[in-house]
């Protein structure tokens, strides 16, 4: 549904996800940023639209979810699936900015599993606090690969929407979820067909791993270990979500056991921080569909003893109170759509 019907600008997000197709339009009043429409597509079973080749029923299926939601903005930015974008912290020593491209090219041959000429490469400094009299710099550096980009602007000319921007799923949350906060946090985006995390710190994604762990693999594991259909597991989810026993950070042996990868991701990933930067995680966000299963967010806090909460991407976002429900209960799905559509809305 369209919310509102103003001549102001518009800013559109697609996220091209594994299941299903998300799309956020924002746009602004003044200072104000307004939620104008949003909506996905329902999932289909065994397809992943990120990585499917075809480009012709990718297209149709975004002009059938622009139209079916009554949107008329045809500039977009789009999402690049986090599995598929290299991204690394490298170090330059003796740092020159006249001959900065071609250190940046030399340490990049090293650590991109892929020939460069088959990558687009991006990269930002990232600034230090602290004055270094070698003038060594750390670079975080991304590789995305000249396919996946290609494949995306075609698909895009086929919808008749103008691709402004690709971004990676990562940016997108943390301009969503994060904002400017620059404390060192924990994102993890539980999706349908993986779990990524990403730990950030003042903005930058410092680590990224992924795991092939998802809201699919934990309903095919209790329906194995309690011998009941997959409709039966996941309603045997959706009842441990409203429990008192989940309520309490609690949660039953079958559901730790499915869930215990996603555990020991985490516990791997703060150990490599603190060993690597010095540095400790402030808190843990959870995104993605997956994240609101059995109260994740309060059994994570007891288990890890970190807060976590489930990141909410509409906190700088204007839109009529009587939607707070429905968007609190979709928004962890939206998380990524939000963010790329709020990247040119600021």
Known sequence: ????????????????????????????????????????????????????????????????????????????????????????????????????????????????????????????????KESDPNNNVKVFLTGSPKKLIKKYIEVFKKTGIFLSNLETETFSLIRSLLGDDPSSVMIIQLGANSTNFSIVKESIPFLNRSINISGKTITAQISEKMGITMEQAEQFKFDLSVSDITQKGQIPKVIFDAIEPIIVEIKYMLDLFSNSNGGTIEKIILSGGGSLLFNLDNYLENYVNIKTIIGDPWFRVDYPLELKPILEQIGPKLGVAVGLALRDAE
């Open 1 to 128: 549904m369209s919310l509102f019907s103003s001549s102001d600008d518009k800013f559109l997000g697609i996220d091209i996800g594994d299941s299903s197709l998300k799309i956020v339009e924002l746009s602004k009043k003044g200072k104000k940023i307004v939620l104008s429409n949003y909506g996905l597509t329902d999932t289909i079973p065994n397809f992943r639209f990120s990585q499917s080749d075809d480009m012709d029923y990718l297209a149709r299926s975004i002009v059938k979810l622009k139209n079916e939601l009554g949107i008329k903005t045809n500039k977009a930015t789009a999402s690049l699936s986090s599995f598929s974008v290299f991204s690394s912290v490298i170090n330059i020593n003796n740092y020159d900015k006249k001959k900065v491209n071609e250190r940046i090219t030399e340490e990049a041959r090293k650590v991109v599993p892929l020939p460069l000429e088959e990558m687009v490469l991006d990269w930002k400094i990232i600034p230090n």
